[in-house]
């Protein structure tokens, strides 16, 4: 069994305080009906911001309603997105996934969810063909339900391991976990500054490959634990191959460990 570490209780605090003085306050941020977050988010995994915000884009203009996506061939909708990483299985799962919510929503209005423990909540959507830990905490914590879990993507997972918050083994669903549980005074709104505030850190200073320690505002207190970078791979729908198949200018944007890039796209930090 994994062992998470413990952490001391103001390490949280620290974090925040050094992150809001280094990367400011999240001071806009544009909240998407649930649904459509969850749709941006997994079509975002693993795809730069710039590539997978315009794809949403073109989904939401030619199918306007998600009953309308939801109808549509993974073949169609493949082709609507295909410069996002995965773009294949993506489509196959997305449209697995909305259809699976028509059965059960079938307006697709997701705030049901706002009246479940978030535990819950997590759990009915993470049910969803690919959706994962961070697909559904985004869906929840950065959509118009506002619920307070932390997002975790690769980035944020990364540096907490490096700073020693998690256990090195940790999954990043285990690490959602520990942050969220020790941030029951943290509103939903502080939790999303939190990730975007995290993610920076991950893309600029403690980077896949390369840390830049003398230049981050973590290292006085960053236990700098060895961290092995996970093989990459894809929540694949079932039947499918569970072997990354990145392709074209995505590949390369997984080569260079591109964010798993929800939400900051949408938002504006502007110094403390
Ligand atoms: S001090 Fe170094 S290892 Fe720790 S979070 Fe900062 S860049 Fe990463």
Known sequence: MQQLLDFEADDLAFIRQSLARTFGRLTHFERREPVWRMTRSLIGCRTQDEVAEPALERLMARWPHPRLLAAASSADVEHVIGDVTFAEDKSVNLVAALRWIGRERPDYDLSFLRSRPVYEA????????????????????????????????CHVHRVLIRFGYVGRRATAKQARDVVTAAATSLSADDLLELFVQMKALGQDVCQHSTTNCAACPLTSRCRKIAWTPPAQGFKSPPGRSTQARPRGSASRALERSAAAGDPSNLIRLTPA
């Open 122 to 153: 997590l759990a009915w959507l993470e049910r969803l063909p690919g959706v994962g830990p961070k697909v559904a905490a985004a869906t929840l914590n950065a959509s118009t339900l506002r619920m307070p879990v932390f997002i975790v993507d």
